[in-house]
């Protein structure tokens, strides 16, 4: 069985670039992303501010990323079902 050791050696300075580039495209997309969670963060403590109910918002934005078709089918299960439990 091969070693890391000798994986990294067989490696041609080619591959070896290679992969410093996807790990750096990767660690930018990573810094990126942390900044946009803090920017998103931001506009739900904004939100906030005005009175607007956070936990509302983020359940009103799942609901839009859903199509139509599947949210009204999901709405008329949370029905049946809700109808079932309660009596």
Do not use: C, H, P, W
């Not at 070693?3 to 992969?19: H, N, P, V």
């Not at 996807?22 to 942390?34: C, G, N, P, S, V």
């Amino acid at each position: 069985m091969i070693t890391d050791e000798q994986r990294a050696e067989s490696m041609g300075e080619t591959t070896r670039e290679k992969l410093r580039q996807f790990i750096a495209r990767i660690e930018r997309l990573e810094a990126e992303k942390t900044e946009l969670a803090a920017d998103i963060r931001e506009v739900y403590a904004e939100s906030k501010t005005f009175g607007f109910d956070t936990k509302i918002l983020r359940k009103t934005i799942a609901l839009r990323k859903i199509d139509a078709n599947e949210r009204s089918e999901q709405e008329a299960l949370i029905e049946l079902y809700m109808d079932a439990v309660e009596g």
